[in-house]
């Protein structure tokens, strides 16, 4: 159980570098101290991503980032002398005495703590989502095995130039601790978004019941569950965006310039987290600009915050400018380079209904109740937001106008602009689980009589639908997280987008000898397979092809043969088959993959079909290399 200890130690740091600079924005304690604590590990993580960005490109392997950490713990010294231990436990002292007098309290509170527990060991568990696979773990382990960070071109994703706040504490962690904590910070960051939320709801007027209940929301929504054991990054955007309204909201109350400069740190590291964070900017920034235009003497604290949350953001721009002439590439691809690829505009249109009004105004009932048909999957669980937030219209918030404008230019945002990928949504999943918790407490306080049978019969069926995808996460993921099932069989049993090919990668690192090389073909490029070994579909002289076509170059049969012998690859392996999942029932189906459709794939097709396998999953197969050399050489 190193992994908790190192995640904890980790949380220690962060929160220890982030304190003091908490402490010095809110010196009039207008945040209470769950607030300082959110924000504090959120500007905490920010000299760690740094320092990984400043020294990972020169040197990046276990000795460079323990230095690192050791150095960021004598950093962090100051900061846990001022923080109020005394303090926070005495406040645990007195939520326990309240949580002893109301039962309702201690079965949130016990509901919360099992839920986060949950999810924390959970990350202990093997990767197994699609998207880590392929570049969130992928290209950090390609790094170290490079011995320091290169731009992985060779790739040919866009993706993995995406900003890296998430992708520098996975290289943190991976080079020091290992896999088994770099799906843990997740899950921190997940708590701070339910602290987010809670403390949201106490803003706007709701008490301790709807606080915790609140928070346990955001935990139990499916994408949170599903995420928070990931290296997915929407989890930390989450937090970031909660946190920074959090601020704006202390802000409005006194008009310190700390505040708002806190609220300008929280919008740019989201942005440092994922693009989105700009959307998650704007939609803030309508309230602000209305705050602005109530008093224009303002508008030097909101240009100030704007200031610093841009300057966290400039050290990546200038080096994606310098690597690619595009400061936001692979964003605005075409405002930057004239002529050059739009490489999401499929990806646009993939998902959703339409971008009419009406399906503008259909799309919360769609992508709750017909998730698996037009969306992303079944990403919320039960409807409980849909169902619920309304009602804190009757309950009338405080300062709730600006909450439903933020959450309302998010969502239009959204729909217009961005994919319409609902877990996109994971930014307002906070603001809308405390709409629910101060709407639920509200009815639930006014309901007398058979009303209240009513409301229980209304709302027990969520609770019981949403306990039933935490325990289920929880029934696939604890398990091989704290042993009890080996990560073969784990991988065997567990359903993924494509396979996560963890046998046959194994099976790579058991033969593949040192100095050889080996072809693949698969899709993804798994995170489990060696990577600094792997030729992809992308050869060393056309490896940035991709930036100006958006494609890589055809290859004739006596190029591609000529580079095969000259390559010398000991194995190939390719895809065989994926699943898919957007079907009318939502059960996954096996598709085979068309090997002929592949640049390099057409010209081994035939002669693949005629060779045995050395070994093979339901996904992908591998080759013999010298079996596939003859057979080229011979045909």
Known sequence: MMATVHILAFALVCLGLGWPLVIGLDRRDALTGAERLGAAFLLGVLPLYFGVFALASWRYDAVSMWGLSAAAAALALPGWRMMGWGLGLNAVRREVAFARHDPLLAALWIALLATALSALLQGMAPPNDYDSLMYHLAVPQLDLERGRVL???????????????TGNLIRLTLATAGEASVQMITALFGFVAAIGAAALTRRM??????????????????????????????????AYAVLALVAFLAWRQDFRPGLMVLAGLMLGGGLLVKFHGGAVALALGVPMLLAILRRPSLVGQVALGAVCGVALFVPHALHMAGLTGNPLFPMFNQLFTPGGVDYFADLRNQYGTGRSLVDLVLAPWFMSVAPMQYFDGMVLGAPYLLALAPLAAVARPRQGAAVVLMCAVYFVLWFFLLSQQVRFLMPIIPMLAAFSAIGLAMVAGVARGWWRGVLVAAVLPLVVAQGAFVAIYGALRLPPAVGVVSAADYHLKTPTLTGAFYAPCRWLHANLKPGERYLSLMTPHSYYCPQASAQLRLFPDEEKSWLTTGKPPPMSRDEFVQRFRQG??????????AEYRRTVSGAPEMQPFDLTADRLGTHLADILAKLQPVTSDPYVAIYDGRQVLEALDGR
């Open 151 to 165: 731009p992985a071109w060779d790739r040919g994703l866009p993706h993995v130039f995406f900003p890296e706040l």
């Open 205 to 238: 007027g709701g008490g301790g019941r709807a606080a915790i209940g609140a928070a346990l929301m955001v935990l139990a929504c499916r994408v949170m569950v599903w995420e928070m054991a990931t290296p997915e990054v929407e989890v930390a955007l989450t």
């Open 568 to 577: 010398g690859y000991r194995w190939i392996i390719v895809t065989r088959a």
